[in-house]
């Protein structure tokens, strides 16, 4: 197993201090966090291809197709942008984006596009396959990084960034995750299902597999500070300091190579004992976890054995929830967005439904789900895992601002 440490011990943290979102529940971080709370989701018919070429007739899609139907190329982008844009005003830095880099994790970039362009013929380049040029359009962003590492890609790219601001390269780091639907993946998976799913189960006995979800997430780092610091340079021109999120106090990756798609509950454990062990955290210290839970057999297996083989005593400890169950699996973008929810849950005590979960899998029978409705708790810690196909693991721990 290859296992990399991107935040080294003795590394600062760092602060969260923007954040932006939107997906098939809603258009804003305040909109979508709302949303998730109320258990509503996103799970509509399939509208952007030909549901007759399927066996699965659901997703999780943001509707913002033109009003003739038909699909158009660019969507990814589009909400990238529209992210990114809410998590730069939310920390004050406007729209001018020259001296930030922004680090941008995705499973597919702009595939669907290209579908478009290649079958229907739609006007697409393919330079625009990659996001620095529409990032560059509107932020004027010169230093664009994509980290395509399969489901994990958003919590990866938040790993860079946390390493860029360690070593000094940058003042403000954007990072970003974001994925569509495409028809191609859309039938693979259509394929590889024994039944066709008509929702996202996690941890459910009932569970047929994944249904895939669109969605854009952003947040802005800085080096953490204590409260008694002063801001520095880069805030010291602004009206008032940026109001922070919550504190990333660790991201941990690895590499287990296991297999091209089971999962290895080792490496998943790896993975989350290097987060507790760089964050500086046990088990016991844990309030919250968002699990990856993407509601496939293996997955949601092998998760809740490595979270029993890790957590021991204390598996029965933290609140647990999986938010795909509302808002499908948004692929490179959903760690990130697990992320944001963390934060925000957190800061207001109030932690989403798993929706849709009724019989929990006989690993996961001493977790504390969060089922039906919000629940409401006093949260200093939170995990956040994302695993992706091959084996790519990340882990991150955040804590609530202010502590």
Known sequence: MTEQNPVAPGTPPCDVIGLGAVNSVGDGVGDVFDALCAGRDGRA??????????????????????????????RATRWLVRAVEEAARDAGLGTDLAAVPVLVGTGLRELRSAELGWRDKAAFDVADLHFGPALREHFGA?????????????????????????????????????????????????????????RVRPFDQDRRGVLMGDGAAAIVLRRARDAGDSEDAGDSGRAQAPLV??????????????????PDPGGVAAAVRGAHRQGGV??????????HGTGTLLNDEAEAVAIGEVFGPHTAGPLMTAVKSMTGHTSGGSGLL??????????????????????????????????????AAELRIAQVNAFGFGGVNAVAVVERAGR
């Open 338 to 375: 697990g992320l944001i929810v963390a934060l925000r849950a957190l800061a207001s005590g109030r932690v989403p439904p798993t929706v849709g979960l009724r019989k929990p899998i006989d690993e996961a029978a001493d977790f504390r789900f969060v089922q039906d409705t919000e629940t």
């Open 45 to 74: 018919r399939l509208r952007g291809f030909d549901r007759d070429r399927f066996r699965a007739q659901h997703a999780y899609e943001i509707d913002d197709r033109p009003a003739d139907g038909f699909d158009a190329p660019g």
């Open 282 to 291: 046990t088990p016991a210290d844990i309030d919250l976890v968002l699990l």
């Open 142 to 198: 010169v230093r664009t990084y994509t980290v395509s590492n399969a489901c994990s890609a958003s919590l990866y790219a938040l790993a860079m960034g946390c390493d860029l601001l360690a070593a000094g390269e940058a003042e403000h780091v954007v990072v970003a995750g974001v994925d569509t639907l495409t028809e191609s993946m859309y039938g693979l998976l259509d394929r590889v299902h024994m039944e066709p799913p008509d």
């Open 245 to 262: 999120h919550g504190r990333v106090r660790s991201v941990y990756v690895n590499c287990d190579a296991y297999h091209v798609t089971a």
